[in-house]
C-alpha cells in the first residue's frame, strides 16, 4: 500500500468466497495514532488472521514491510 495515512481514517478488505454466509465479508481497519504505512499492513493481516470465519475458510494474511499477502487454501469444494 502507499499514500497518506492518518489516524482515524479506516481501510477495508473484503474477501470473496462461496464459502461465506452471503459470498463475502468485509473487514474495516482502523489507523491509530502512530501507524506507519508498515504498521497498518501489520494490523491488517493480524485482523484478517484473528477473524476464526476466515480462517475457518483457510484464509490466512502476512504483512511484509507495505505489502499484505492473503492465501486462501480452501478446504471445502464449492
Given at each position: 500500500?502507499?499514500?497518506?495515512?492518518?489516524?482515524?481514517?479506516?481501510?477495508?478488505?473484503?474477501?470473496?468466497?462461496?464459502?461465506?454466509?452471503?459470498?463475502?465479508?468485509?473487514?474495516?481497519?482502523?489507523?491509530?495514532?502512530?501507524?506507519?504505512?508498515?504498521?497498518?499492513?501489520t494490523?491488517?493481516?493480524?485482523?484478517?488472521?484473528?477473524?476464526?470465519?476466515?480462517?475457518?475458510?483457510?484464509?490466512?494474511?502476512a504483512?511484509?514491510?507495505?505489502?499484505?499477502?492473503?492465501?486462501?487454501?480452501?478446504?471445502?469444494?464449492?
Amino acid at each position: 500500500m502507499g499514500g497518506t495515512i492518518a489516524a482515524g481514517g479506516t481501510l477495508t478488505v473484503t474477501v470473496f468466497d462461496a464459502g461465506l454466509s452471503g459470498g463475502s465479508k468485509a473487514n474495516t481497519y482502523t489507523v491509530q495514532t502512530g501507524d506507519a504505512l508498515a504498521s497498518v499492513a501489520t494490523g491488517i493481516a493480524a485482523m484478517l488472521n484473528g477473524d476464526s470465519v476466515l480462517t475457518g475458510i483457510g484464509v490466512s494474511a502476512a504483512a511484509v514491510s507495505t505489502v499484505v499477502n492473503m492465501i486462501s487454501m480452501e478446504r471445502e469444494a464449492y
